[in-house]
């Protein structure tokens, strides 16, 4: 089965660049997307289509995706880009996540 | 504005049975794909099922396959996911969520939680 690997934890200071990986076979080749989930809250869109923002997502939320890895970016992290983070993408006809990955901001 | 809300939160005991569902407003329900995604205490994202628009096809994780159901009400705009022999491993917060133009969930509901124990 297709599976998408995560770094259990990334760290960052406010202000600077976080950058969050995810990765899987050929996963440039498919769609990516990216939720945001704070605790008790429902998973919440920050990238889709590999790099498109929803509306309501700010400007320093970024996505890329090529090859084996997607990548999030959130530059001049705030304190409130503190979460868990999950990849998504579609493999065949199932839906596949990523084992999340919780964004410190120090 | 888009809103799903879950209901049907329970305890049941193993072996049990729950049914959620999901009521959706603010979009034209019958024109998507609708799907249950599960969160167990403390871990990840698990994608559990799916139903086209007009309910004629539908996908399951292999780990539910044969004990869970979904099914849809478009003239009621509502999702359901009846849960049969239910096990501990099943105890998580069911989300129902919309699935997007590029395969993307683009909203969630509030998530209910359904707790198996003796």
């Known amino acids: 089965s297709y599976e998408l690997t995560q770094p259990p934890s990334v760290s960052v200071s406010p202000g600077q660049t976080a950058s969050i990986t995810c990765s899987g076979d050929k996963l440039g080749d498919k769609y990516a997307c990216w939720y945001q989930q704070k605790p008790g809250q429902s998973p919440v869109l920050v990238i889709y289509q590999d790099n498109k923002r929803p509306s309501g997502i700010p400007e320093r ?14 530059s001049g992290t705030q304190a409130m880009d503190e979460a868990d983070y999950y990849c998504q993408a579609w493999d065949i006809s199932t839906v596949v996540f990523g084992g999340g990955t919780k964004l410190t901001v120090l | 504005e888009v809103q799903l809300v879950e209901s049907g939160e329970g305890l049941v005991q193993p072996g049990g049975s729950l049914r959620l569902s999901c009521a959706a407003s603010g979009f034209t329900f019958s024109r998507y794909a609708m799907h249950w995604v599960r969160q167990a205490p403390g871990k990840g994202l698990e994608y559990v099922s799916a139903i086209t628009s007009n309910g004629g096809s539908t996908y399951y994780a292999d780990s539910v396959k044969g004990r869970f159901t979904i099914s849809r009400d478009n003239s009621k705009n509502t999702l359901y996911l009846q849960m049969g022999s239910l096990r501990p491993e099943d105890m998580a917060v069911y989300y129902c969520a919309r699935k997007g133009q590029y395969g993307e969930f683009d909203y969630w509901g509030q998530g209910t939680l359904v707790t198996v124990s003796s």
Do not use: K, P, Y
Request: net charge neutral.
């Open chain 1, 61 to 74: 939320f970024s996505g890329s995706n090529s090859g084996n890895t997607a990548t999030l970016t959130i």
